[in-house]
């Protein structure tokens, strides 16, 4: 929801007479942010049918045709110039809908889920983080290389502001540790394991979200004095930015933002693709990887090869500069503004 976030703030500064209806999935966790962004919110009954057993398919069926049916309702009263789809169950059956309205996609991930396949199907404009993910859709002539749309605030952060604010030894390096709003317990075990031997090494910056936190904020008061200094542990930052900006090397699992933060700070990167899940987070991990901007770290290894990787990497300036350049490179600073000024075409304007 994010990146549609970024989009719809480049398009309110492109166009002063935007009205926005989202829609979302009902009981989707994203109302609330909506809502605190001046968004009008509508909910919708949505489902997905790949891999939903027997037993299942007939009510996520049922909620699809419901979900067509309340969208039809809210397209009459809404009468929008054109549609925009970021993912989730709930684009199929807007897309449906909304057929014969022009539409943008965007899709996040370098491979695009089936959440977001099935309505391309319907869109005008597809707009892709990168080039590699023109070899999963069958229409080139509808993509358009956008990179990943990031919150303009993001850029408000210096490495010698973002040092100062989070309390960090500008002379030190910074290892920054993060696994989302929920965290990721195995990179937040395997780094409470090494935690002294990393913390020799580097300041860390550990955002461990809150399933873990009571586990890690006991081991950080457990701490020599000197260590606790070096540790500075959370679990959530509202500060992401600030986060990125100080760090020298961040490790983490390979989700779509990946593919836009980290490029924009030029933030060389340890990448644990998520191992219970479809492919995504291990393609977006190879792209990376496959441009010497990030190092791949399986799983299954991290406990055993963590420290052996970060030291690597810290001793070895010239390889770390190296990733920091080539990451840097796949930067794509204005997302945002080139996928709003796709929605103002489409919708029949000119951009400003």
């Given at each position: 929801?994010?990146?549609?976030?970024?989009?719809?703030?480049?398009?309110?500064?492109?166009?002063?007479?935007?009205?926005?209806?989202?829609?979302?999935?009902?009981?989707?966790?994203?109302?609330?942010?909506?809502?605190?962004?001046?968004?009008?919110?509508?909910?919708?009954?949505?489902?997905?049918?790949?891999?939903?057993?027997?037993?299942?398919?007939?009510?996520?069926?049922?909620?699809?045709?419901?979900?067509?049916?309340?969208?039809?309702?809210?397209?009459?009263g809404f009468k929008p110039d054109v549609l925009f789809f970021t993912?989730?169950?709930?684009?199929?059956?807007?897309?449906?809908?909304?057929?014969?309205?022009?539409?943008?996609?965007?899709?996040?991930?370098?491979?695009?889920?089936?959440?977001?396949?099935?309505?391309?199907?319907?869109?005008?404009?597809?707009?892709?983080?990168?080039?590699?993910?023109?070899?999963?859709?069958?229409?080139?002539?509808?993509?358009?290389?956008?990179?990943?749309?990031?919150?303009?605030?993001?850029?408000?952060?210096?490495?010698?502001?973002?040092?100062?604010?989070?309390?960090?030894?500008?002379?030190?390096?910074?290892?920054?540790?993060?696994?989302?709003?929920?965290?990721?317990?195995?990179?937040?075990?395997?780094?409470?394991?090494?935690?002294?031997?990393?913390?020799?090494?580097?300041?860390?910056?550990?955002?461990?979200?809150?399933?873990?936190?009571?586990?890690?904020?006991?081991?950080?008061?457990?701490?020599?004095?000197?260590?606790?200094?070096?540790?500075?542990?959370?679990?959530?930052?509202?500060?992401?930015?600030?986060?990125?900006?100080?760090?020298?090397?961040?490790?983490?699992?390979?989700?779509?933002?990946?593919?836009?933060?980290?490029?924009?700070?030029?933030?060389?990167?340890?990448?644990?693709?998520?191992?219970?899940?479809?492919?995504?987070?291990?393609?977006?991990?190879?792209?990376?990887?496959?441009?010497?901007?990030?190092?791949?770290?399986?799983?299954?290894?991290?406990?055993?090869?963590?420290?052996?990787?970060?030291?690597?990497?810290?001793?070895?300036?010239?390889?770390?500069?190296?990733?920091?350049?080539?990451?840097?490179?796949?930067?794509?600073?204005?997302?945002?503004?080139?996928?709003?000024s796709q929605l103002v075409e489409l919708a029949g304007e000119q951009?400003?």
């Open positions: 929801m994010y990146p549609a976030l970024a989009v719809h703030s480049a398009l309110t500064g492109q166009h002063a007479n935007v009205e926005t209806l989202w829609v979302g999935g009902e009981g989707g966790m994203e109302e609330g942010l909506v809502n605190r962004a001046g968004i009008s919110y509508r909910s919708i009954p949505a489902a997905g049918l790949h891999g939903v057993g027997l037993r299942a398919l007939p009510g996520n069926l049922a909620k699809l045709t419901r979900g067509v049916i309340e969208s039809r309702r809210i397209l009459r993912g989730g169950f709930v684009a199929a059956p807007m897309a449906v809908a909304g057929r014969n309205i022009p539409t943008a996609l965007y899709v996040p991930d370098i491979e695009p889920g089936l959440a977001l396949k099935f309505p391309s199907r319907f869109a005008d404009v597809v707009a892709v983080t990168a080039s590699d993910s023109k070899k999963y859709f069958s229409h080139p002539e509808r993509l358009v290389l956008s990179g990943y749309p990031l919150r303009a605030d993001l850029l408000n952060w210096s490495r010698e502001k973002a040092t100062q604010h989070l309390g960090l030894d500008s002379t030190k390096p910074t290892l920054l540790v993060t696994g989302g709003s929920k965290g990721a317990r195995s990179i937040n075990m395997a780094v409470l394991k090494h935690l002294n031997e990393l913390l020799d090494m580097a300041q860390i910056i550990h955002i461990t979200g809150s399933l873990d936190w009571p586990v890690i904020e006991k081991a950080a008061q457990e701490l020599p004095a000197q260590l606790q200094a070096r540790y500075h542990a959370m679990p959530y930052s509202h500060e992401m930015g600030a986060a990125l900006a100080a760090a020298d090397l961040v490790l983490s699992r390979a989700g779509a933002s990946t593919l836009g933060e980290y490029p924009l700070f030029g933030l060389p990167a340890i990448l644990v693709p998520y191992p219970y899940a479809w492919r995504y987070q291990k393609v977006n991990a190879e792209f990376l990887a496959g441009r010497n901007a990030a190092v791949i770290l399986q799983d299954e290894s991290l406990e055993d090869k963590l420290p052996s990787v970060v030291k690597d990497l810290f001793l070895n300036k010239n390889k770390l500069g190296a990733m920091r350049t080539a990451m840097k490179k796949l930067s794509h600073p204005n997302a945002a503004s080139i996928i709003a951009p400003l």
